[in-house]
Structures are given as structure tokens and as C-alpha cells.
Nanobody
Framework: QVQLVESGGGLVQAGGSLRLSCAASGRTFGSYAMGWFRQAPGKEREFVGTITWTGYSTYYADSVKGRFTISRDKAKNMVYLQMNSLKPEDTALYYC????????????????WGRGTQVTVSS
């Protein structure tokens, strides 16, 4: 059974930082890209960023580019989202996702999803 479990969310002031973690288990994730999405109350789930299985390539939404960094530890089956210079508009439930072959578009579709971790940024 595949599981993606996020952790590291919390309450932070604007300008602060958080590091989210995603622990993947239940299968080997070779050829799977890993991604982060988020969903704010009353809004649709949106793409945040993705990283290839090799970890060599990353891609980010314009809204987080330069502030967020995705990394992965293949040996540990872990994926991380380092979030700096947080803004109130970053407040959302953040989801980890795994998709075979990766994302050709920023559509919130995936083979596997975690349950999410809440990030709240106060002004």
C-alpha cells in the first residue's frame, strides 16, 4: 500500500520559513516525479512545484519561484519543500504527490496523494 505522509506544517509569521517533509513508502518510486500542491479554503488545488526522480530537475509555480525549494533524498524516500519568505497568501493545506512520468502540465492530477499538512502564515 502506497503512502505519502506529509509533516512540518504549522503557524508562522509573514517573512518566516518552514520546511515540509513527505515520507513515501509502499513501493519503489523509480520513474516517479514527486510534487507539492496546495489548496486554500474555497479555492481549487494548485500546483506548487515538482522534482524528477533523479532530483536533477525542478519546476515551480511563478507564485513561489525564488522562495520555495524542492529536494529529495532517494535513499530515504523523502521529499522536502523548503519555504522561505512566506506570505499570508501561502496559507493552505499542502499536499505531497507522486506521478509516474511526472507532470506535463500543472494540473492537479496524480497517481498518489498524501493527506496534507496545514501551513498558516499570519500577517
Amino acid at each position: 500500500q502506497v503512502q505519502l505522509v506529509e509533516s512540518g506544517g504549522g503557524l508562522v509569521q509573514a517573512g518566516g520559513s518552514l520546511r515540509l517533509s513527505c515520507a513515501a513508502s509502499g513501493r519503489t518510486f523509480g520513474s516517479y516525479a514527486m510534487g507539492w500542491f496546495r489548496q486554500a479554503p474555497g479555492k481549487e488545488r494548485e500546483f506548487v512545484g515538482t522534482i524528477t526522480w533523479t532530483g536533477y530537475s525542478t519546476y515551480y509555480a511563478d507564485s513561489v519561484k525564488g522562495r520555495f525549494t524542492i529536494s529529495r533524498d532517494k535513499a530515504k524516500n523523502m521529499v522536502y519543500l523548503q519555504m522561505n519568505s512566506l506570505k499570508p497568501e501561502d496559507t493552505a493545506l499542502y499536499y505531497c504527490a507522486a506521478k509516474r512520468g511526472g507532470w506535463a502540465t500543472m494540473s492537479p492530477e496524480s497517481d498518489y496523494w498524501g493527506r496534507g499538512t496545514q501551513v498558516t502564515v499570519s500577517s
